[in-house]
């Protein structure tokens, strides 16, 4: 077997792992910044800070949205963030979770687009996420998940 085979086949096995765990622990960072784990609002590694800048936030990214909903928005996506982000960690029900993380992504590449403007959602590579979060579900949970496990 070649050098490039070689190279390709670790590829295929572990480029699972890989895109797990990046969106995932991705997804566990921007739910552990709405809890200020990051530090308060302005510091240097903070987005928001604190859930009150994450709501002003989630307004912005839905101008279409009444007050009343935003509180309820903001919560349903760290929710489904914090799910999601674990289930990829572990590789637990892998194919659903990168199903629901590329749709999740895409209705927030569309809140940004509308919101903030497409270069935004470029800038953070929400459109490269999906499409990775996508390619998870053709891939699978790879070795080193639950999945894997599960089906042993």
């Not at 995932?24 to 928001?48: E, I, Y």
């Not at 279409?64 to 572990?90: D, K, R, S």
């Amino acid at each position: 077997m070649s050098i490039e085979s070689q190279l390709i086949e670790a590829l295929r096995r572990f480029a699972p792992v890989f895109l797990r765990l990046a969106l995932g622990a991705a997804f566990l960072s921007a739910v552990a910044d709405r809890f200020g784990l990051w530090g308060p609002p302005g510091t240097k590694n903070a987005s928001w800070g604190d859930f009150a800048h994450f709501m002003q936030y989630t307004r912005q990214l839905n101008p279409w949205a009444p007050a009343a909903l935003i509180p309820t928005l903001a919560w349903a996506a760290t929710g489904a963030e914090l799910v999601l982000g674990v289930a990829l960690v572990l590789g637990l029900f892998t194919r659903w979770a990168a199903l629901l993380s590329g749709i999740l992504l895409l209705i927030f590449a569309g809140g940004m687009s509308m919101g903030t403007g497409l270069k935004s959602a470029l800038n953070y590579s929400v459109f490269s996420a999906a499409a990775a979060a996508f390619a998870l579900v053709v891939l699978g949970a790879g070795p080193w998940s639950v999945d894997s496990w599960r089906g042993r």
